[in-house]
């Protein structure tokens, strides 16, 4: 059987270099070659010699993978903040962290702008950073991130479990060296905060259930000051307060005023418990009390 056959061009090779079909071939070469090249570089190597330059001050920052990927832009998995120490969990974990170009803005010429979004605790950020005139600034909102996920809070607890989702927002601002200056304002919710079985520093705590905490916050260095915090449920709460950041996070100091009252619902154990904290002389029965200490060992006088 004879097969028919095929006739090709008879080129010179000055004729085939000025072809269309040689210089398509070659940008398609060319294209295949540059994608394929950025799909496949050590994004993490670079990613790992880049944090090894740059001074992060107390936090550490650990990330286990990057690259490109579809859909999401340059992606970061397994970042690690702080918990430098041996058995410390770190003070946050992110499964999937991601940046991508942000189009609303970089059709007004603001090619500094990126889209942020990530994955952790079982709930998700997104939102939006631009960096101008050496400072980084942004909003970001969480959503459904869940507190029975989170590592560095359970710690605190010697037995039992915490249940709670949260969600809020951040405004921020970074400039200075390693963008380690710089201050933060946001809201934090939590809805159906719950405590299980729960024992601290050797004592039950009481099951509680909140049906809501509300507050808000300012971030500066070393400090997180709490303002309207608010909480209902088995326990009507108050108050305002600084917390004072320190490593380990467990040694962070606490100064918290709060005006705490049985709920509707509160059993008689709460009832018990709250009767028990101390109060001033001749004080009134919601007469606030102040939490200090710190994390890890606080005191109620």
Same mark, same amino acid.
């Given at each position: 059987?004879?097969f028919?056959?095929i006739?090709?061009?008879?080129?010179?090779l000055?004729?085939?270099?000025?072809?269309?079909?040689?210089?398509?071939?070659?940008?398609?070469?060319?294209?295949?070659?540059?994608?394929?090249?950025?799909?496949?570089?050590?994004?993490?190597?670079?990613?790992?010699?880049?944090?090894?330059?740059?001074?992060?001050?107390?936090?550490?920052l650990?990330?286990?993978?990057?690259?490109?990927?579809?859909?999401? &832009?340059?992606?970061?998995?397994?970042?690690?903040?702080?918990?430098?120490?041996?058995?410390?969990?770190p003070?946050?974990?992110?499964?999937?962290?991601?940046?991508?170009?942000?189009?609303?803005?970089?059709?007004?010429?603001?090619?500094t702008?990126?889209?942020?979004?990530?994955e952790l605790?079982?709930?998700?950020?997104?939102?939006?950073?631009?960096?101008?005139?050496?400072?980084?600034?942004?909003?970001?909102?969480?959503?459904?991130?869940?507190?029975?996920?989170?590592r560095?809070?359970?710690?605190?607890?010697?037995?039992?479990?915490?249940?709670?989702?949260?969600?809020?927002?951040?405004?921020?601002?970074l400039?200075?060296?390693a963008?380690?200056? &710089?201050?933060?304002?946001?809201e934090?919710?939590?809805?159906?905060?719950?405590?299980?079985?729960?024992?601290?520093?050797?004592?039950?705590?009481?099951?509680?259930?909140?049906?809501?905490?509300?507050s808000?916050?300012?971030?500066? *260095?070393?400090?997180?000051?709490?303002?309207?915090?608010?909480?209902?449920?088995?326990?009507?709460?108050?108050?305002s307060?600084?917390?004072?950041?320190?490593?380990?996070?467990?040694?962070?100091?606490?100064?918290?005023?709060?005006?705490?009252?049985?709920g *509707?619902?509160?059993?008689?154990?709460?009832?018990?418990?709250?009767?028990?904290?101390?109060?001033?002389?001749?004080?009134?029965?919601?007469?606030?009390?102040t939490?200090?200490?710190?994390?890890?060992? *606080?005191?109620?006088?």
């Amino acid at each position: 059987m004879r097969f028919p056959s095929i006739p090709f061009p008879q080129w010179t090779l000055p004729e085939f270099l000025g072809s269309r079909l040689f210089w398509a071939y070659t940008v398609y070469t060319f294209v295949a070659f540059v994608v394929a090249l950025i799909f496949v570089f050590p994004h993490d190597l670079v990613v790992q010699h880049a944090l090894r330059k740059v001074d992060r001050g107390p936090l550490a920052l650990r990330v286990q993978n990057a690259g490109l990927a579809p859909l999401k &832009g340059y992606e970061l998995t397994g970042v690690r903040i702080g918990g430098t120490e041996e058995g410390q969990p770190p003070l946050l974990e992110i499964t999937s962290l991601w940046a991508r170009p942000l189009w609303s803005e970089w059709i007004k010429g603001n090619f500094t702008a990126a889209g942020i979004g990530a994955e952790l605790y079982g709930g998700r950020i997104h939102g939006g950073i631009s960096y101008r005139e050496a400072s980084i600034s942004g909003t970001l909102q969480w959503e459904q991130l869940q507190l029975n996920r989170y590592r560095t809070l359970l710690a605190q607890l010697e037995e039992g479990q915490l249940y709670g989702s949260v969600s809020g927002t951040i405004s921020f601002e970074l400039r200075g060296k390693a963008f380690q200056q &710089g201050q933060a304002t946001g809201e934090l919710n939590i809805d159906n905060l719950r405590l299980e079985k729960v024992k601290m520093n050797g004592w039950p705590v009481p099951d509680v259930s909140l049906k809501q905490v509300k507050s808000k916050f300012r971030v500066s *260095p070393g400090k997180i000051d709490v303002t309207d915090l608010a909480a209902s449920g088995d326990l009507i709460v108050q108050g305002s307060g600084q917390i004072t950041l320190r490593e380990p996070y467990g040694e962070s100091g606490l100064n918290l005023r709060l005006t705490v009252a049985p709920g *509707p619902q509160a059993s008689e154990m709460v009832k018990a418990v709250l009767a028990l904290l101390p109060k001033p002389a001749g004080g009134k029965p919601d007469a606030p009390v102040t939490i200090t200490g710190t994390l890890a060992h *606080p005191r109620i006088r």
